[in-house]
């Protein structure tokens, strides 16, 4: 059986499993998002009311990661598909994934305030 670095030895089902699950906890997010959006009398005392209830920091935090296991995967099923090449796809999934790490930490720290 060949071992594929990318996947870290996960199957397609798992794949496919941690795909509809992030998309899932994406689409609950944007649907909280929104929610509060379309409720609310926007302006900036409300807004950092908003993001500062514990549950809007870990939801988003959770979507955060969400978003990271949902490029991860994407990145590397649309990146084996398209690009033949193995130096440049490995670049590109080295370049990509790496950005959605920064993106998860950065939020991180804005979220949390670390």
Do not use: C, E, P
Request: proline letters at 0%.
């Amino acid at each position: 059986m060949v071992k594929i670095a990318g996947t870290f030895g996960r199957s397609g089902v798992h794949d496919y499993i941690l795909l509809r699950a992030s998309a899932v906890v994406l689409l609950a997010y944007i649907l909280y998002f929104v929610g509060f959006i379309a409720s609310a009398d926007l302006s900036y005392a409300v807004w950092t009311g908003f993001f500062s209830l514990t549950l809007t920091k870990v939801f988003s935090l959770f979507a955060l990661i969400a978003m990271l296991v949902h490029a991860w995967i994407g990145i590397w099923q649309v990146l084996t598909d398209y690009v033949k090449n193995t130096l440049v796809r490995g670049f590109l999934q080295f370049s990509l994934t790496s950005a959605a790490f920064i993106y998860v930490i950065s939020g991180f720290v804005i979220l949390w305030g670390v």
